[in-house]
């Protein structure tokens, strides 16, 4: 009997930490739970050490675990970057390809896009995640990240994908109710419909006059007794008359089309916020990331 952690192991061991339990391995990996434990129990009693503490609901891993998780990850990147080198001489990308996104964006715009990429790419698998939080910079879980507005660090690459302008809108019901605002001021007497996300300031909107390009916004803070961390919930709230909303064009222009929502304060802009694609400089020659970046820049144009 072989003795030690087996090549075959690391990818498996890698996708068990990173899914953090033993059921969400097992949906993930495709085979059932008891499989997970089995095949867990095996590379354990071969290396003769714990990887893994378990619990009822959840697992964590051991000193053991974390050298071997970190290790797991360099080595199937380095296997990962290999096999990009090596699929560039013949220019057709193929592998596996991590994508996230936030929830909004991703449903209605990554998703789609990434539905035609595969028919272009048949050769690459591509992971949808969504969040409603973006992961960190330089977590190597994913390969490309969708994000809004340039990151500041130097160390990840990011390719402006389209605009993205924020759009101050409400019902039509409720202006007609409550009155339009004329300058951003007559916000703090409205009701303000509120999204937690991220890192952003909570409850604080800027506006500055488009006629001035050089005009230092204007710092409102809103107020109003609804509040929510999801988007859609927040449009919907929107168009039940709830009161006024900021909110990206790429959600609400169907909405603004039809008029069930209007825009306010047209006259002043909101700091920008563009949709960029996100990923570390080792991924800058996969043919699998070039090609996905690519092809999301023609399939976001329309939003320039």
């Known amino acids: 009997m072989s003795t030690g952690i087996q090549p075959s192991e690391l990818a498996f061991f890698a996708s068990l930490a990173a899914c953090g339990s033993l059921s969400a391995a097992a949906r993930e990996l495709g085979i059932t739970t008891p499989a997970v434990s089995k095949r867990l129990a095996q590379m354990e009693a071969r290396a003769g050490i714990a990887l893994v503490n378990r619990t009822t609901r959840r697992m964590s891993l051991t000193p053991e675990g974390e050298v071997l998780f970190e290790h797991a990850r360099r080595i199937l990147g380095d296997i990962a970057e290999l096999d990009q080198l090596l699929t560039m ?41 969504l969040s409603v939080n973006p992961p960190a910079l330089l977590d190597d879980q994913f390969d490309v990240c969708i994000r809004f507005g340039a990151p500041a660090d130097a160390r990840v690459i990011a390719k402006r994908l389209a605009s993205n302008r924020r759009l101050l809108c409400a019902a039509p019901a409720y202006l007609a109710k409550h009155g339009t605002p004329a300058v951003p001021a007559d916000l703090a007497r409205h009701n303000c419909i509120c999204i937690r996300q991220g890192d952003e300031a909570y409850g604080s909107w800027r506006l500055a006059p488009l006629t001035d390009a050089t005009s ?58 563009d949709i960029y694609a996100v990923y570390p400089q080792r991924d800058q020659l996969s043919a699998r990331v070039r090609t996905f970046v690519a092809f999301l820049g023609e399939a976001f144009g329309r939003f320039d």
């Open 89 to 129: 001489s013949k220019g057709q990308p193929k592998g596996q390809l991590r994508v996230n996104a936030t929830l909004g964006f991703g449903r209605l715009h990554v998703a789609p896009a990434i539905s035609q990429y595969v028919l272009a790419y048949p050769e690459v698998d591509v992971q949808l995640q």
């Open 216 to 273: 230092a916004p204007e710092t409102v803070k809103v107020h109003g007794n609804l509040t929510t961390n999801d988007g859609e919930i927040a449009v919907n709230w929107a168009l039940a008359g709830h009161g006024i909303l900021m909110r990206a064009e790429w959600d609400i222009e169907r909405y603004l089309d039809s008029g069930r929502l209007v825009q306010v304060l047209a006259q002043y802009r909101t700091p920008d916020a």
